[in-house]
C-alpha cells in the first residue's frame, strides 16, 4: 500500500507557478553623466533650433511637415525591423491602393495619423490626460457622465427624454419644444423633426456602445499589464524632467519609454511623445522633430547600448541627426520649388500649375488620380498639367505611374 501511494505521488502533475509581468522601473541618473551628454546635448540643442528657425519663415513650411509625416512614418516600421514603401504609404492614406494593405502598411498609417493630430492640436495636448487616452485608443471609454443617469435614482435619462421630445415635439407636461418653425410650414417642422429624432437615436446607439464595449481578450493582451500604472510610472519620469534642457528631456521621455514600455502594442508611440514634449516645451515650436527618423541614421550596432548614459547620448545624436536630415531636405525642396516656379510664373491666373507646384510639395509622389481630386480635374487633365510641369517620375511602371519632386 506505501509503494502505490508513492508511485502516485512520483507521477501526480507539479504544481504550475503564474509568473506576472514584472513592472518595469527606470529613474533618472543622479548625478547625471554630464561629461558623455554635454557634447551630444550642445550639438542637439544648436541643430534643433536652426531648423526650427529655418522653417519659421519658410514659404514651404506646410509642405515640409506634410512630407515628413511620411518618411518618419516609414522610418518607425523600419526600425521595427518591416520594410514600408514610401509609395505604399502614400497611395493608402489618399484610399487609392493598388493592393490589399499589409500589416505593416496599416500599422505605418496609424503613426501617420497620429502625427497628424499632434500637430494638428495644441502643443501640450498629447502630454495631457485626455491626448494620452486618445492616441492609445481609449477615449471613448466608460459611460457618458452627461445625459444618461442611473435609473434607480428616479431621474430620467435625457438621451431617451430628448428622442421622446424629438419623436412628437411636445415634452411631458404638453408644452412645444420643437424648433422655433412657422405654423404655415408643416413639411419644414416634419423635416426638422426627423433630424431631431435621427440625432437622439445616434446619441444613444453611442452611450449603449460605450456602456458595452467588452473588455480586452487576454488572447491579445496580457491581462497582468498594468497599462495604467506603468502609464503613471512614466508620466512621473517626464514630471522629474522639468528643470532640465528640453531635449535632455525628451531623450530620457523616449528612453524611460523603452524601459517602462507602457503600452504592449504601440511601442513607437514613445518617440512621438518625445518629438511632442519638444514642440510643448518651445524648443520646436514650428515642426514635429522626426525622431524615427533620426534613429534610422544611427548604427544599429550603436542604438541600444548597455551603459544608460550611452543610451541617452544616442537618443540625442538621433534629435541631431534628424533635425541635420531636416536641414537638407528644406534647403533641396526649396531650390526645387525656386526651379519649377519660373515655369509657373507668367501663367493666367486660373492656371492650376501653382496649385499643383503647391500640392506636390505636400507629397512625397502622387499619381494622376490624387492631383485629380486635389485640383478638381480629369485625371487625363493632370497627367498634362504634370508634362507641363515637367514632374519627375518615381515609379517607372507602366500600369501605374505617380510623380514627385525630389
Known amino acids: 500500500m506505501t509503494e502505490a501511494k508513492a508511485m502516485l505521488a512520483s507521477v501526480s502533475p507539479p504544481p504550475i507557478k503564474v509568473i506576472k509581468t514584472l513592472l518595469s522601473n527606470y529613474k533618472i541618473p543622479d548625478p547625471l553623466p554630464w561629461v558623455q551628454l554635454a557634447g551630444p546635448l550642445a550639438a542637439a540643442e544648436d541643430a534643433l533650433a536652426r531648423l526650427d528657425e529655418r522653417l519659421a519663415k519658410s514659404p514651404i513650411h506646410d509642405g515640409w511637415v506634410a512630407r515628413t ?86 431621474k430620467t435619462n435625457t438621451i431617451e427624454l430628448r428622442e421622446d421630445i424629438a419623436e412628437d415635439g411636445f415634452d411631458a407636461e404638453g408644452h412645444d419644444q420643437s424648433p422655433n418653425v412657422i405654423e404655415t410650414d408643416p413639411w419644414l417642422a416634419d423635416a426638422f423633426a426627423a433630424i431631431d429624432a435621427a440625432n437622439a437615436r445616434a446619441e444613444r446607439r453611442l452611450a449603449d456602445e460605450a456602456r458595452s464595449r467588452p473588455e480586452r481578450d487576454s488572447l491579445v493582451y496580457d491581462p497582468d499589464w498594468d497599462e495604467d500604472g506603468r502609464l503613471d510610472d512614466w508620466r512621473a519620469v517626464v514630471d522629474g ?8 528631456a525628451a531623450a530620457i521621455a523616449a528612453e524611460a519609454w523603452a524601459t517602462i514600455e507602457p503600452l504592449q502594442h504601440t511601442p513607437w508611440l514613445g518617440r512621438l511623445l518625445a518629438a511632442a514634449l519638444l514642440r510643448a516645451r518651445g524648443k520646436s515650436r514650428w515642426h514635429l522633430p522626426c525622431l524615427h527618423d533620426g534613429l534610422k541614421a544611427i548604427p544599429r550596432e550603436r542604438r541600444r547600448p548597455r551603459d544608460g548614459a550611452a543610451r541617452l547620448a544616442v537618443h540625442l545624436e538621433a534629435i541631431t541627426a534628424a533635425a541635420a536630415a531636416g536641414l537638407k531636405n528644406h534647403d533641396r525642396w526649396m531650390t526645387a520649388r525656386a526651379l519649377l516656379a519660373r515655369k509657373v510664373s507668367g501663367r493666367r491666373a486660373t492656371s492650376n500649375l501653382p496649385a499643383l507646384l503647391d500640392y506636390m510639395l505636400t507629397r512625397p509622389i502622387a499619381s494622376a488620380g490624387m492631383i485629380a481630386e486635389e485640383l478638381g480635374i480629369t485625371p487625363r487633365a493632370a497627367q498634362n498639367l504634370v508634362a507641363e510641369l515637367g514632374l519627375r517620375e518615381a515609379t517607372g511602371r507602366g500600369r501605374y505611374r505617380a510623380w514627385g519632386i525630389l
Request: hydrophobic letters at 35%; aromatic letters at 4%; glycine letters at 8%.
Open 241 to 248: 524632467t522639468r528643470n532640465l534642457p528640453p531635449t535632455l
Open 69 to 154: 509625416h511620411y518618411t518618419d512614418a516609414a522610418a518607425c516600421l523600419w526600425l521595427e525591423g518591416e520594410l514600408v514603401h514610401l509609395e505604399d504609404l502614400v497611395l493608402h492614406d489618399a484610399g487609392m491602393d493598388i493592393r490589399a494593405p499589409t500589416h505593416e502598411l496599416t500599422r505605418a498609417h496609424a503613426v501617420l495619423r497620429a502625427r497628424r493630430r499632434m500637430v494638428e492640436a495644441k502643443p501640450d495636448w498629447p502630454l495631457s490626460d485626455a491626448g494620452l487616452a486618445s492616441l492609445r485608443g481609449r477615449a471613448g471609454k466608460g459611460d457618458r457622465k452627461e445625459g444618461n443617469a442611473d435609473p434607480k435614482d428616479g
